[in-house]
């Protein structure tokens, strides 16, 4: 797949079929559109596109109060959109000067004169342009007028529900990874650096890494304990996660992600780490001291070795 940030490096892409979003999470709807568009350029001889934002846009024109908390950061964005088979990816820059183009600006100066599109591919509740004016009825009536074809895709349905990146996120923020897995077509994922932490871990027998996120909007599930799988050096291993503030140990403290990694125990400071999130296994809790702490961790532990199916107990930890 060759990625794009600037039209001007957009070079003769071969009838270009093409659809417009921000494609977070790509989710099973996202696919269901994606292997429409692939589908439909193989038919009319061209290449399939995916025209993104980047910023979002709400970060552009709410810089102080977006209050973003997307599902995919655009590097992960960009290697499911990989996988899903997209030809090309044009990740183009949003400012406050584009928010302005109106429907028929962009259609002509952007998607025509520079891509030089052949057929454009929507949601069934698509809008863009400024104000979103934008509609399938606007397409419709400008898409002879400028040479290009346009096809609409309806809702794409999991059990009756309409999936969409919303009914994701707020799965995620409630603790129900099962639905969340199951309408993305696969385990959320969070990517960052691992970082000092207070090495409290350690004196009760569960050291962590402490993770840092780089991207502040990405979305981070609620305050709890998961079951997760833990991509290191490309190795994968099964692990113990804890979101939240740890009240047993500091009083108001800041927002932790710590992760014990089962049978590990290896240096790993300054590496990139994803977790792969499996399953709840129960919210925040305060406990009176850290004995009480370590007992339950250990409860936590075995839940988290059923759940993944990680029967392998380290030798060295005591139970």
């Known amino acids: 797949m060759k990625i794009y940030t600037n039209?001007?490096?957009?070079?003769?892409?071969?009838?270009?079929?093409?659809?417009?979003?921000?494609?977070?999470?790509?989710?099973?709807?996202?696919?269901?559109?994606?292997?429409?568009l692939n589908t439909k350029a193989k038919q009319v001889g061209g290449e399939s596109v995916v025209f993104t934002f980047h910023p979002h846009p709400r970060m552009v024109l709410h810089p102080n109060d977006h209050n973003l908390e997307l599902l995919q950061t655009i590097d992960e964005r960009a290697k499911k959109l990989e996988q899903a088979g997209v030809d090309h990816l044009i990740i183009f820059p949003f400012s406050k000067e584009f928010?302005?183009?109106?429907?028929?600006?962009?259609?002509?100066?952007i998607l025509v004169n520079k891509i030089g599109i052949h057929t454009l591919v929507v949601g069934y509740d698509h809008q863009f342009g400024r104000?979103?004016?934008?509609?399938?009825?606007?397409?419709?009536?400008?898409?002879?007028?400028?040479?290009?074809?346009?096809?609409?895709?309806?809702?794409?349905?999991?059990?009756?529900?309409?999936?969409?990146?919303?009914?994701?996120?707020?799965s995620l923020q409630t603790g129900n990874i099962s639905v969340a897995s199951k309408y993305l077509g696969d385990l959320f994922e969070l990517t960052g650096e691992v970082v000092k932490g207070d090495q409290i871990g350690n004196t009760i027998n569960f050291p962590?890494?402490?993770?840092?996120?780089?991207?502040?909007?990405?979305?981070?599930?609620?305050?709890?304990?998961?079951a997760v799988k833990v991509s290191v050096n490309g190795i994968m291993f099964s692990g113990m996660l804890n979101i939240g503030f740890r009240p047993t140990i500091v009083d108001k403290?800041?927002?932790?992600?710590?992760?014990?990694?089962?049978?590990?125990n290896k240096d790993i400071y300054g590496q990139?780490?994803?977790?792969?999130?499996?399953?709840?296994?129960?919210?925040?809790?305060?406990?009176?001291?850290?004995?009480?702490l370590k007992n339950q961790l250990i409860k936590d532990e075995n839940k988290c070795r059923v759940v993944l199916g990680d029967f392998s107990y380290s030798s060295n930890k005591k139970y």
């Open 272 to 292: 990139t780490v994803t977790l792969k999130f499996v399953k709840m296994i129960r919210s925040e809790k305060t406990f009176a001291n850290l004995d009480q």
């Open 131 to 170: 104000n979103r004016e934008g509609t399938m009825q606007h397409l419709e009536e400008l898409a002879p007028l400028y040479g290009f074809y346009v096809e609409e895709i309806s809702a794409f349905m999991k059990g009756e529900v309409k999936i969409s990146s919303t009914k994701i996120r707020t």
């Open 99 to 109: 928010s302005r183009l109106t429907a028929i600006e962009f259609i002509r100066d």
């Open 208 to 226: 962590t890494a402490n993770i840092k996120l780089k991207e502040d909007y990405k979305l981070i599930p609620c305050n709890g304990v998961y």
């Open 7 to 36: 039209l001007d490096e957009v070079n003769q892409i071969k009838k270009p079929v093409l659809t417009i979003g921000t494609y977070d999470g790509v989710h099973l709807g996202h696919q269901k559109i994606i292997q429409y």
């Open 253 to 264: 403290g800041e927002k932790r992600i710590e992760v014990n990694i089962f049978d590990f």
